[in-house]
């Protein structure tokens, strides 16, 4: 299936990684680059912008291909503001691209275009990639309500979501939220998008480096099994239900639940220890609806062949 994203972005096929929080490591980010996809490492992983040079540094030894620095910028919940350190650290590393979200783009954009860098916007709404769109960027990747970790705050899915950013802008869009195999290929590709970004069923991959107990959880799950919490703190998310999500979610019952409340059960610093003992009960687990349709633990090779298989398959039988 040819996609001019591709030659875009300089990528074998229109497949993008999701950013992962504690995640998207330079391991995952190789795998699925040296898979012909757009691997991206996280750079909240990293403190400093030393550290995230120093994961660039990783990834490009262990792949050659065009892979992505994912920098979100959600300062009300990150401590300390290192956005431009990490823009910085794209530019003298002469990443390929670099994916923004969580702000306005407009102030990097230009910078990142300096250094020879393609810039991807992730919006969960029309407005938002309109605004990117008109700031410069290069393409904008969007995620209906049904993706895992941040939908945003309109509850739009991607059915309706993904040709109405489409129709709105004159770049290249990669569409999200909900897509696990081929048939979202075909179907993001109907609906006008030019490549997918496949955030849960990455996680349930040989390469992915959570504990194990997260993909078997995975594995037992259905469409039914996510649930959207932090609406009360204007930050919502999709997780796995689990006792830690199914708390917060009692908690905002509450009359006026604060961020002080909230944030215990949300931490990174918590999840990020759940991810690593195994506890899958113990912190939230972001994960789609997708989750649903996910069976199996394959490598992330193995996800992007039969992905790119099954969406020719598709799109012949359609015919
Ligand atoms: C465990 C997990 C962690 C995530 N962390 C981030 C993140 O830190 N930043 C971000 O932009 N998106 C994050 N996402 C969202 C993904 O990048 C992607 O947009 C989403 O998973 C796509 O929807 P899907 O899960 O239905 O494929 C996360 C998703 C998951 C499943």
């Given at each position: 299936?040819?996609?001019?994203?591709?030659?875009?972005?300089?990528?074998?096929?229109?497949?993008?990684?999701?950013a992962?929080?504690?995640?998207?490591?330079?391991?995952?980010?190789?795998?699925?680059?040296?898979?012909?996809?757009?691997?991206?490492?996280?750079?909240?992983?990293?403190?400093?912008?030393?550290?995230?040079?120093?994961?660039?540094?990783?990834?490009?030894?262990?792949?050659?291909?065009?892979?992505?620095?994912?920098?979100?910028?959600?300062?009300?919940?990150?401590?300390?503001?290192?956005t431009?350190?990490?823009?910085?650290?794209?530019?003298?590393?002469?990443?390929?691209?670099?994916?923004l979200?969580?702000?306005?783009?407009?102030?990097?954009?230009?910078?990142?275009?300096?250094?020879g860098?393609k810039?991807?916007h992730?919006?969960?709404?029309?407005?938002?990639?309109k605004?990117?769109?008109?700031?410069?960027?290069?393409?904008?990747?969007?995620?209906?309500?049904?993706?895992?970790?941040?939908p945003?705050?309109?509850?739009?899915?991607?059915?309706?979501?993904?040709?109405?950013?489409?129709d709105?802008?004159?770049?290249?869009?990669?569409?999200?939220?909900?897509?696990?195999?081929?048939?979202?290929?075909?179907?993001?590709?109907?609906?006008?998008?030019?490549g997918?970004?496949?955030?849960?069923?990455?996680m349930?991959?040989?390469?992915?480096?959570?504990?194990?107990?997260?993909?078997?959880?995975?594995?037992?799950?259905?469409?039914?099994?996510t649930?959207?919490?932090?609406?009360?703190?204007?930050?919502?998310?999709?997780?796995?239900?689990?006792?830690?999500?199914?708390?917060?979610?009692?908690?905002?019952?509450?009359?006026?639940?604060?961020?002080?409340?909230?944030?215990?059960?949300?931490?990174?610093k918590?999840?990020?220890?759940c991810y690593?003992?195994g506890?899958?009960?113990?912190?939230?687990?972001?994960?789609?609806?997708?989750?649903?349709?996910?069976?199996?633990?394959?490598?992330?090779?193995?996800?992007?062949?039969?992905?790119?298989?099954?969406?020719?398959?598709?799109l012949?039988?359609?015919?």
């Amino acid at each position: 299936m040819y996609s001019p994203l591709c030659d875009l972005l300089n990528i074998q096929y229109p497949i993008m990684q999701g950013a992962f929080q504690w995640l998207a490591t330079p391991d995952l980010a190789a795998a699925v680059s040296n898979a012909g996809g757009l691997g991206t490492i996280s750079a909240s992983l990293y403190k400093t912008k030393d550290e995230l040079l120093d994961a660039i540094a990783r990834t490009k030894a262990l792949t050659d291909k065009t892979f992505c620095v994912n920098i979100s910028m959600f300062p009300e919940v990150v401590e300390g503001e290192a956005t431009w350190d990490f823009i910085h650290a794209c530019c003298e590393a002469k990443v390929p691209v670099v994916e923004l979200s969580g702000r306005e783009p407009k102030e990097f954009v230009p910078v990142l275009h300096e250094a020879g860098i393609k810039v991807i916007h992730k919006s969960t709404a029309v407005r938002f990639a309109k605004k990117a769109a008109a700031a410069g960027v290069d393409v904008v990747s969007v995620v209906g309500f049904e993706c895992g970790g941040a939908p945003g705050n309109d509850d739009v899915t991607s059915m309706v979501l993904i040709p109405a950013v489409v129709d709105e802008v004159d770049i290249p869009v990669i569409g999200g939220g909900g897509v696990c195999d081929g048939r979202g290929l075909a179907a993001m590709r109907a609906l006008g998008a030019q490549g997918v970004v496949l955030g849960t069923r990455f996680m349930a991959t040989q390469e992915c480096g959570i504990h194990p107990n997260f993909k078997e959880k995975m594995l037992e799950s259905n469409e039914l099994s996510t649930i959207v919490v932090q609406r009360s703190i204007h930050f919502p998310h999709r997780n796995l239900k689990n006792e830690t999500t199914l708390q917060v979610a009692e908690l905002e019952k509450e009359e006026n639940p604060t961020i002080e409340k909230i944030f215990p059960y949300v931490s990174g610093k918590r999840q990020k220890a759940c991810y690593d003992s195994g506890d899958t009960e113990g912190g939230v687990f972001p994960c789609g609806e997708v989750v649903g349709r996910i069976h199996d633990i394959p490598t992330v090779q193995e996800v992007i062949a039969r992905v790119m298989a099954e969406a020719d398959a598709v799109l012949s039988a359609l015919k």
